[in-house]
Structure formats: C-alpha cells, structure tokens
C-alpha cells in the first residue's frame, strides 16, 4: 500500500512523487500492538463457542457414514440380520439408525427400525442419544404445521427413561428451523411444557423468529411463551428484539422496547445504545446520537469501542467535525485507540465539508500512529479531492491506490472519472475505466454507464 508524502499532506501543489510504503526492517522494534478494545458484551463469546458446540452436535446426528442407499424397511432389516452377531460394538447400531434416517426413511420406519435393531442386538440399549436421532429425524421432515411424528417421539423418551431436557429442546428447535418451521419450532415450545430450553435456545428462535416473521408473531410467541410456561425474556431476547426494529427502521418501537425493558428491571448495555445509534445513523438522524450518548452517561453505561466509532461517524456525517474530533482524546483517556474506522468516518466528514486539507493533514496523523488506511479511506480522500477541484492530487492519490492493488468504489470511480472528464483528459479518464475493469472494482454494466455519462460532460464529446 502506498504512503502519502510530507507535499500531499501539506496541500501545495504540484505533487512530485508518490513511493510505495516501506516495510518495517526491524519488526522487533516497532511499538507493542495496542491491547484489544473493551467490549461491555460478554456473552458474545460464550454464545458462539456454545453455537459451535451444538452444531457439531447437530452435524454428527444428521452425517454418519453412509450404510444404506435407500429407504426401504425390508431392506434395513436384512442388512441388520447380516450383521447380527458379529464384531459390532454396542454404538455402532446408533450409526445404523441414523444411516437409514438419512436414506430418507419415514419417522415410523425409523422407529421400527430401532425395535428391530434392539431385538437383534440384545446388548444394545437406547440412551437419549439414540432418541436424539429420531427426534432430529422427525423435526427435519418438510412437512409444516405438523408436529404429530416430533411429539410422539417426545412422548416415546419420557416413557422409556430419557424425558427431554435443554438440550433435547435445542437439538429439536434448532432443526425445525433449519427446515424453515419456525412456526412450528415455536408451537412445539408452547404445547410441550415438558421440553425446558434454556436461555439460549430460547433468544435463538427469538431471533430466528424475528428475522423470517413479522414483529406481531414475535411479540406473540414471547408473551405466550411468558404466560404458559413462566420464561421471561432477558437482557438478550429484548436486544434482539430492539436490533430487529432498528434494522427495519422503526426507531419509535425501539424506543417503547428500550423502555419496557427498563420497566422490567433489566438494565441496558452499551450494545444495546451502539445499535439505537446505529439506527439513527442508517435513518439520517446523526445528531441524534450524541443524545443516545449522553442518555448512556446518565445511566452508568460505559461505552465501548463501537460506540465511539458510530459517535464519530454520526457526527462526522452530520458535519460536526469539531466535536468529533474532540472524541479521539476522550477514547484515549478512556483506553481505546481511534482505529481506521474512527478515521475514514472523519475524513469522509472533512470531506464532504470540502477541507480536504485538514483530511490529508489527519491522514498523516493516522499513519504516524500506525494506523495503516484501507480502500474506504483512500475512497473516501479520492471523491473528496475531486469534488474540491484537486484534480492533480485525485490522480496522485489515484496511482497509490494502484500500487496497493486498491479497488474503486462507484461514487468515488464515477466522481473521479467526470472530473477527468471535464478537465479533458480523457485518456486519463479511459485508463481509470481499464483499471476499474481488470481490478474488478465495479461490474462492466457499472463501469461502462459511468464513463458514458461523464463522456457528456466532456467538451470534446458535446454537440
């Protein structure tokens, strides 16, 4: 990746060279890497090692090794009698099971198959493993709206010994909504009591629930869920529900949320803010955000890293550079580091404010603190620059996105392309095209219309 030099940074003009950015020769001795950001969401990561676990889980009951090609009980039965009495160990019938239940056998099949294999193998005793098997089995058949085959298998493992536990829950949620049965992974919930699934079970058919339904069947689910078998919603269940009203825009529900989650007696987290701020900013609403940032001060939240970045942005975006700035000293002193994400959201903001000097100026500041910029930030720099008439330096900065094997972007390859354009330098103008292409920065259909509709602005291409 290419470096500005001291010029371009001080704004004269013209610019001399641009050199490649040179690699450290002593690694050793540069500064320690900052510390990780601190983050105020500590679930996050139990929640995924707990997700991986459960999908190996997953995985292992739905792809043993292949045994049967086809579901035909007659056929199970036979290659079963084959093998009786042989060197089998105790666990290898569970694999015959699950071989003949991916073959595409019926639920009922299923089952026969395990009394057939129990009578066969007077050694082998169903645990709730074995039952897992039929119970994933029966909730991964494509037949919405019917639950008769998944609750008689329920029933069938309270009756032998095993009733069904979280984790039993859990396997049968989360494969019903792997079939796309949300619905039905709901109603299982709310007609078996038997079946207890615990918090995360519980926010993860919330969030599946609130990513595929409306908001009136999620509402729907969590208050039944409360009346007949007492599960409250948690910090979690209402973060997803307030990031599933923010992403569709709906800033005035997440509020109402915010505050039946208060009313409830659970305090909010940063998290919960970052993505209310986020909202704001999706909807145009970026000064909004100091406010959700100083509501977060008032209740003794401690802001982490997201927060001050989507703070910074909102600002920068809203044309309060000033005040954003004065937040690189407050995530300083609060110990986090401005990254390249607080930087680009700055510059963009310079930008757009035309102080494309101040921008190149914090660019250099960027770099001096090792924060190396990426393709945004040279983007954003490249629109900025030719809409502040800089040609000369748009195309500087142009060649050292190209030594850094940088893509275009579209507002800032059509930006730049129209004002080589206007300046007549067409040439220019064509080998940006060439370069778009073969970089892939932009689709053909994208890169073509953009060059024609600054090909008429061109004089030389005016009637």
């Not at 609130?210 to 007949?228: H, I, K, M, P, Q």
Request: proline share 7%; hydrophobic share 35%; aromatic share 8%.
């Amino acid at each position: 990746m290419g470096k500005f030099p001291p010029s371009m940074r001080s704004a004269p003009l013209p610019l001399t060279f641009l050199k490649p950015r040179p690699s450290p020769s002593n690694p050793t001795s540069s500064s320690p890497a900052p510390e990780a950001p601190k983050t105020c969401w500590t679930l996050q990561k139990k929640k995924k090692e707990k997700k991986k676990k459960l999908n190996e889980e997953v995985k292992t009951v739905r792809s043993p090794p292949p045994i049967f090609l086809s579901p035909s009980l007659p056929d199970a039965t036979a290659v079963v009698n084959s093998i009786a009495g042989s060197s089998f160990r105790a666990a290898d019938p569970q694999i015959l099971l699950q071989s003949f239940c991916n073959a595409g056998a019926s639920p009922a099949d299923s089952l026969s198959l395990l009394r057939h294999i129990s009578l066969r193998f007077p050694s082998f005793s169903p645990d709730r493993s074995t039952y897992h098997i039929l119970l994933v089995h029966a909730c991964l058949q494509p037949t919405p709206g019917d639950l008769s085959a998944v609750s008689t298998f329920i029933d069938l493992m309270s009756s032998s010994g095993f009733p069904p536990d979280s984790s039993s829950a859990d396997l049968a949620v989360r494969a019903l909504c792997s079939s796309s049965r949300e619905d039905d992974a709901a109603d299982l919930l709310l007609r078996n009591l038997s079946l207890h699934p615990d918090p995360f079970t519980y926010n993860f058919l919330v969030r599946r629930l609130a990513g595929t339904r409306s908001l009136s069947t999620v509402y729907s689910f969590v208050n039944e869920l409360r009346e007949v078998a007492n599960i409250l919603p948690d910090r979690i269940t209402y973060t997803i529900l307030i990031d599933s009203v923010c992403r569709n825009r709906n800033l005035r529900e997440a509020t109402h949320l915010l505050g039946v989650l208060k009313h409830s007696g659970i305090k909010p987290d940063c998290y919960l803010y970052n993505n209310i701020m986020k909202a704001y900013c999706m909807l145009d609403q970026c000064g909004e955000v100091m406010e959700v940032y100083n509501k977060m001060r008032d209740e003794d939240i401690v802001p982490d890293l997201v927060t001050y970045n989507t703070l910074v942005y909102g600002l920068s975006k809203s044309g309060m550079i000033e005040q954003a700035k004065k937040f690189l000293s407050v995530m300083a002193d609060t110990g986090y580091f401005p990254d390249i994400v607080t930087y680009t959201s700055l510059i963009s903001g310079m930008c757009r404010k035309g102080d494309t000097s101040g921008a190149l100026m914090l660019l250099g500041e960027m770099e001096e603190r090792g924060c190396s910029p990426n393709e945004c930030t040279y983007n954003a720099l490249l629109m900025g620059l030719c809409k502040a008439g800089c040609l000369d330096k748009a195309i500087e900065l142009y060649r050292v996105m190209i030594q850094g094997g940088m893509k275009l972007e579209s507002p800032a390859y059509a930006t730049f392309l129209r004002s080589l354009c206007r300046s007549n330098r067409i040439a220019e103008a064509y080998d940006v095209f060439d370069y778009a292409r073969e970089s892939k920065s932009l689709a053909d259909v994208v890169a073509y219309s953009a060059l024609e509709n600054s090909l008429k602005g061109s004089k030389k291409f005016r009637v």
